[in-house]
């Protein structure tokens, strides 16, 4: 069995759907980070038969729960003190996003604009749709 050692002082971001983890890595921007960082991937589940697992030394100024709440706002964020979870927090869909992704639409204003932030707002909730602030296009996960 593989052995991942305990966090002193960090998150632990856990129930992340098996597979997915690179892609919250490099949305958070955690391999820019001068931290440790253990992704483990394929873990055993008793809630989802297979899941991934990231350890990120240090505080919760390192991630965007925004970013993270839309990726998937089912993950459970653990802090950790002391080698001891004291607090988990739940996330939720973000009503605003900024480039995280971007406008499909090439009349959008962003597709001429390049500096210009691709924002979107969340419109349904139920559907999870996101819609361009220039243009309206809808982005549905």
């Known amino acids: 069995m593989l052995n991942i050692s305990g966090l002193k002082e960090g998150i632990v971001l856990d129930h992340i759907e098996a597979g997915k ?15 440790q960082v ?40 653990n802090i ?3 080698n001891a979870i004291v ?5 939720c869909l973000p009503k605003k996003i900024t480039n995280v992704i971007h ?17 979107f707002y969340l419109t349904d909730e139920e559907s999870e749709t996101y819609r361009c602030r220039y243009c309206e296009e809808k982005y549905t996960k």
């Open 87 to 91: 607090e988990k927090k739940t996330l």
């Open 38 to 77: 253990a992704i483990i991937k394929n873990a055993r589940s008793s809630k989802m038969g297979r899941k991934d697992i990231i350890k990120i030394e240090g505080g919760l100024d390192h991630i965007d729960l925004d970013i993270l709440g839309f990726i998937d706002h089912t993950i459970t964020v």
């Open 103 to 119: 406008c499909k639409n090439p009349r959008c204003i962003t597709s001429i604009e390049q500096e210009l932030p691709h924002t």
């Open 21 to 35: 983890s690179l892609e919250i890595y490099y949305n958070l921007g955690l391999d820019k980070l001068d931290c």
């Open 80 to 82: 950790v003190r002391d």
